[in-house]
């Protein structure tokens, strides 16, 4: 009788523990920035900025300082940097799309128009947390392949191979970081990109494939697809070196840098 007793108080525990974090899950689908919107015209507008100036930038609109003076030597800059003020700070509404078989996606309402992703270039990594499995939110991943024609390399659920998408879709993400290699020539990245598209697509997902599989992948899924890449040039971007990898894992990668955030907090990884 006691076993009993203990067995249905276990099993109530545990939905009621599965159904709040799954509200919980539902009901925050992104960070907020906790924030007031400030003037930058007085930064924007110097010749040259300082550790506080790039800080004080990234907090308004997500961007980092690498991106940052990347898009100072491009026409129209201050315009763009408002633009992402503007994006970064404003409240959406998410709303969410089924992939088949159990999991699901979040996305901006179909009415808001999208954030604005930075400049991207070859080999540039995109991550998301807006996929969860059950009250898992694992996230995704993809690789920019071909930045001419704005177009990543993705594996996106089962059933499916991997396959080429509009790096487009990811403006409509609620949550999105855009990293790229640390103190590395873009040729390399461009190398990385090149041997992504002519090796990794087409490969049947598998949620359950892992990291062993020889000079020659022959199955993946979207932070494996990733990590696929760069481990062939000898960069491996799991920062836990298990056997299998996932979004978070890369996010915490020290070759990573980041290069701009939209719906993530800015003081945790993941």
């Known amino acids: 009788m006691k076993l009993k007793t203990f067995l249905i108080l276990f099993f109530i525990t ?3 523990v599965y159904v709040l974090c799954g509200f ?3 009901t925050h689908p992104r960070y907020v920035p906790q924030v007031q919107k400030q003037d930058l015209t007085p930064i924007l507008n110097q010749s040259t900025f300082t550790e ?7 907090e308004q ?3 980092t300082k690498p991106l940052i003076d990347e898009m100072r030597t491009m026409p129209n800059f201050i315009e763009k940097m408002e633009l992402f003020q503007d994006n970064y700070l404003k409240e959406v509404s998410v709303t969410s799309e089924y992939l088949p078989p159990v999991t699901t996606s979040e996305i901006l309402d179909a009415s808001q128009s999208g954030f604005q992703l930075g ?6 990594v995109l991550l998301t947390q807006s996929t969860y499995t059950a009250n898992w939110r694992h996230g995704h991943a993809g690789i920019v392949i071909d930045e001419v024609r704005g177009i990543t390399l993705e594996a996106l659920n089962p059933g499916t191979y991997s396959m080429e998408q509009p790096i487009s879709k990811w403006q409509y993400y609620p949550t999105v ?4 290699l640390k103190d590395v020539p873009q040729s390399t990245l461009d190398d990385i990109a090149e041997y992504a598209a002519t090796h990794l697509k087409g490969l049947p997902y598998n949620i359950l494939a892992d990291k ?3 000079e020659e992948p022959y199955e993946t899924h979207c932070s494996l697809l990733v990590w696929q890449a760069f481990n062939h040039f000898g960069y491996d971007l799991d920062a836990t070196g298990g056997l299998f990898v996932s979004p978070k894992n890369m996010a915490m990668s020290p070759l990573l840098e ?3 955030i939209y719906g993530f907090n800015p003081n945790e990884v993941w």
Not at 119 to 124: A, D, E, K, L, M
Not at 177 to 180: F, G, I, S, T, V
Request: aromatic share 18%; hydrophobic share 35%.
């Open 119 to 124: 400049p991207y270039h070859n080999g540039y």
């Open 52 to 58: 506080a100036d790039y800080n004080t930038l990234f």
């Open 14 to 16: 545990f939905i009621s």
């Open 177 to 180: 970081k855009m990293l790229r």
């Open 61 to 63: 609109t997500g961007v």
């Open 212 to 214: 062993n599989q020889g």
């Open 24 to 26: 919980y899950l539902r």
């Open 258 to 260: 980041l290069l701009q």
